[in-house]
């Protein structure tokens, strides 16, 4: 349901796109045509073909390192958070996350898989941990701002051009080279509302010859920890004192509720609020978790960056590239809630006596002669053991890249042989985690090194250091995870900017081959995988590898003066699923001096990740229904039967499959210098997405993860299969997804007395983000403008204004996201329907430059006015943290200062 819009809403949204239809942003790229290189062929992101025109027929976005310095960005995270064409992705500051302390590109929202991201057009070894145990990424973070020169963005879908992956667009990451002198960076950043420091430090330094040039990049970063309590509007997971709020605290609290296995009812403790906990709330004693977790992580990186290139001969030259970043982060969160893994090694701590009465199999029994039991029965309880402390997770990440190559010239053909290292080592120590069976011990006063100790939950025993030491140290359990992501490839390549004449002018070629191989590997403590830890499942190592080989052309054809047409092929050759074969068609059309129009249609894919294919399996036992033999035979056997569920990884998936259009218009009127303006219309139908669906949908409709006896004779003659073994709860190919919507940029800049003035402004409107799950066919989701399948507003928007006058610089940018419907909202106190809020941010710096001694000072301020992000209480964002994590920062305003000196 829509839901209503307000005025204000029309008219910010009526602003917006007024100002964006008043002109649109040709990319950096494209503005860069005046600069005096111009007529140097180069290779622009989108083809391999070197070429002087740099605006090809799709379209790219470029950042450039003056874009970084001015919005004061300190990670790629930051800035990635402010793109208007990305959507979905999960920040360093989301702390309950499978890969903590990372972030990603997710253009369109496609998903973290579907953009693929390339450092100097070479691809990168995917993230140690994969988000949410089977989506791999590159971790932006990873790489040192002060390493990188600019940022190109590939609006369009491009696999016949760089392979897999690229379905929404490509990220290519351009890295300084060249770099002639020395240069140190000293910066400082700050919250308003709390103390959470960013530290920056960097240098760079390079010489340039005319045989070569060589070019180092060091740094090193440091941000303290904010958590959730530091802000107000998070401080707690009870907003029930708000219409659209509800009370998302835990019933697992300490003290805690006791289920009477008597009579079945619940009990909470007399002592209900010591802490962090609440007072009962529908019958349960509460904790507030947010008091004890972390907003964004203690993080701490050091980097360097190596890259030069040497001339051996007139015709050959030599280069190579190196970058290493060590990444460490502390994240905290609450003590774990005594949960236990459903028929785990727990278990074996009761006797069938106890085992039989219980009500539930997820939580600890307590016996009727516990020392500290007052209610005499047997008794189980929702708790938490918050004398162990909070848990913490130490993240240690080691980067590591590597490329050499030789670039040779042969004729009118430029060539090149490359080899390329890349790899991503995560080592996870988890501390103050509680191992079930042991915390189960204790509490049948099993406990202890002498096993003759009590675990005493009752009252204020947490809080006031009843429990010893010496038992806790006993229950606690310190383990290792280990994640290690590695790939490494050799490539030739050679194009020809001149191979034959057309009426237009010279027909471009590109041809390559490409070999790669990439392997994946997750494990853990043998604790963490049988799932002995309390509220933490069961898990399973992973291991997986696999070599590819593609080849691919691509042709350039200027057809007649002004029309250019792009063809491009390429052949892909997987070690797993086998091979794929991609076309991809554009043209773009230069009318008179004053508009340009380009279209392209491409084919994707989207390879599946070596955790898809590889996860490492783990079993459990649900009741389920066979619905084949059950309506036949009756049997409790078929009706009411515990199955085993093989949970893993499945060989057999196919990759994703994608078709793109796009379709744009550009205006650089002769008459106005400087103004440039256009609209970009893009659509998206991607097909076959892997998914993971319910259990009852494969016992119903994929019968070949359904593994059966063979048939009796007395199955035979009833007409029905063998009874179930066991289930695959594996991975399928079947979702698919239609996206639409338009970029609409301008750019206007204009010389006065008083110094150049910059207008810059970009909007992009999602019009459909459609999803149809194969769980239900011929019923999409609509996701534009609600949260049903993510977050996603339809507007948002980029107003900036620079201007430059002599030494003195002065930057501002409005951030505007337009607000959606609150469809995820869960347990509201009042019936929906619920809008997240729209959400304005300004962002404003000061640059004064001292030619004289070569140096520059910066100072700023993000979120100058200090906006809170719009309530919502969907329980997907970080801890019921109230605020959506993927869409707005929680920060608050912050300012900063930076000191650049060059020598």
């Known amino acids: 349901m829509q839901n209503p819009r307000t005025p204000q809403h029309y008219s910010a949204v009526r602003n917006a796109v007024l100002v964006a239809l008043t002109g649109s942003l040709v990319s950096t790229v494209a503005l860069a045509a005046e600069d005096d290189k111009a007529a140097e062929r180069i290779i622009v992101t989108g083809s391999h073909i070197k070429r002087v025109d740099i ?39 989301f702390t309950n996350s499978f890969a903590n302390g990372t972030s990603q590109f997710n253009l369109r929202g496609l998903g973290v898989g579907a953009t693929l991201t390339l450092i100097n057009g070479r691809r990168v070894a995917p993230h140690g941990q994969a988000q949410n145990i089977v989506s791999t990424f590159v971790d932006i973070n990873s790489i040192p701002m002060s390493a990188i020169e600019r940022i190109d963005i590939l609006k369009d879908g491009a696999s016949a051009i760089y392979g897999a992956d690229a379905v929404a667009g490509v990220v290519n990451i351009i890295l300084r080279k060249e770099y002639e002198g020395a240069e140190v960076n000293i910066g400082h950043k700050n919250t308003v509302e709390t103390d959470a420091a960013d530290n920056t430090f960097s240098f760079v330094s390079g010489t340039v010859s005319d045989k070569g040039a060589w070019t180092v990049v060091g740094s090193y970063q440091k941000i303290s920890a904010q958590t959730l309590s530091d802000r107000d509007f998070s401080a707690s997971a009870d907003s029930s004192f708000t219409p659209q709020g509800a009370n998302l605290t835990s019933t697992f609290a300490a003290p805690g509720t006791y289920r009477n296995l008597v009579t079945g009812a619940w009990i909470s403790d007399a002592q209900c609020g010591l802490g962090a906990s609440e007072g009962p709330t529908g019958g349960f004693c509460r904790y507030n978790f947010n008091e004890h977790i972390n907003l964004s992580p ?15 001969s007139d015709n050959i030259t030599a280069f190579a590239e190196f970058m290493y970043n060590r990444k460490h982060d502390m994240n905290v969160s609450a003590p774990a809630p005594a949960t236990f893994t459903a028929g785990g090694i727990w278990q074996r701590e009761l006797t069938p006596a106890q085992l039989a009465v219980l009500n539930f199999s997820n939580i600890p029994f307590i016996a009727a002669d516990h020392p500290n039991n007052p209610y005499g029965v047997d008794l189980q309880v929702r708790y938490r053991p918050i004398d162990a402390g909070d848990r913490r997770q130490e993240i240690t990440t080691n980067a590591t890249r590597a490329v050499v190559g030789l670039e040779f010239l042969i004729g009118d053909w430029d060539s090149q042989l490359s080899w390329n ?46 429990n010893s ?65 309390l509220g933490t499942g069961s ?40 091979t794929k074969t991609l076309p991809k068609i554009g043209a773009k059309w230069n009318i008179g001096d004053d508009w340009l129009v380009r279209a392209s249609w491409g084919e994707s ?20 229904v066979d619905p084949i033999r059950c309506p036949v035979t009756g049997l409790a056997s ?6 085993r569920v093989e949970n893993g990884g499945n060989v057999s998936l196919m990759p994703e499959v994608s078709e793109s259009t796009n379709f744009g218009v550009i205006w650089s009127p002769d008459a106005v210098d400087g103004l440039s303006m256009g609209i970009d219309v893009f659509q998206y139908d991607y097909e076959d997405i892997i998914t993971q669906p319910s259990l009852n949908f494969i016992l119903n409709n994929v019968p070949s993860l359904v593994f059966r006896a063979p048939a009796t004779p007395a199955d035979t003659a009833l007409g029905i299969p063998g009874t179930i073994e066991y289930i695959l709860n594996s991975y399928i190919n079947g979702d698919s997804q239609t996206v639409k919507g338009a970029d609409f940029n301008l750019r206007y800049r204009w010389e006065t007395g008083a110094g150049t003035f910059t207008l810059t402004n970009d909007l992009t409107y999602l019009d459909q983000f459609d999803l149809e799950l194969v769980t239900a066919p011929g019923q999409p989701i609509e996701g534009a403008g609600n949260n049903q399948i993510q977050s996603l507003p339809q507007y948002r928007n980029n107003l900036g204004l620079n201007w430059v006058n002599g030494d ?59 906006e809170d992000p719009p309530f919502t209480n969907q329980k997907s964002t970080t801890f019921n943290a109230n605020y959506d994590f993927t869409v707005h920062d929680a920060r608050g305003a912050m300012v900063y200062l930076n000191y650049q000196q060059s020598f």
């Open 55 to 93: 605006e090809g027929t799709s379209p790219i976005l470029t950042i450039s390192r003056d874009d970084i310095e001015k919005g004061g960005y300190t990670t790629v995270s930051d800035l990635v958070r402010n793109l208007t064409i990305n959507a979905g992705t999960l920040p360093e500051t």
């Open 298 to 312: 203690e993080t701490e990186r050091a980097g360097l960056f190596v890259t030069g290139h040497r001339e051996i």
């Open 421 to 466: 290292f890349t790899r991503s080592e995560v080592l996870v120590a988890n501390r103050n985690s509680i191992l079930q069976d042991r915390f189960q011990a204790a509490l049948l006063g099993r406990g202890g090194p002498n096993g003759n100790l009590y675990y005493n939950p009752f009252g204020g025993a947490a809080h006031n250091g009843s």
């Open 469 to 533: 030491q010496e038992l806790i140290d006993w229950m606690s359990f310190i383990y290792d995870q280990f994640n290690d992501s590695f790939e490494r490839g050799l490539t030739w390549s050679a194009s020809n900017g001149t191979l034959f004449e057309l009426p237009g002018g010279p027909v471009g070629v590109a041809i390559g081959v490409e070999y790669r191989e990439q392997s994946y590997a997750a494990e853990a403590d043998k604790q963490r995988n049988d799932g002995n830890l």
């Open 539 to 578: 898990s399973a190592n992973t291991y997986g590898q696999r070599d590819q080989t593609s080849t691919y052309i691509e042709f350039s054809l200027p057809i007649v003066e002004g029309l250019e047409v792009q063809i491009a092929g390429r052949h892909e050759d997987y070690s797993d699923f086998g």
């Open 605 to 624: 894919f989207r390879a599946p990740s070596l955790p898809e294919l590889f996860n490492g399996a783990t079993s459990s036992f649900p009741t389920l």
């Open 638 to 643: 078929d009706c009411a039967a515990q199955i």
């Open 808 to 866: 003195h610089q002065v930057y501002v940018v409005w951030h505007y996201i337009s607000d959606y419907d609150d469809d995820a909202a869960e347990n509201a106190a009042t019936p929906g329907p619920f809008v997240v809020d729209e959400w304005n941010t300004f962002d404003l710096q000061y640059a004064y430059s001292l030619p004289n001694i070569g140096a520059q000072i910066r100072v700023g301020c993000q979120n100058c006015t200090d």
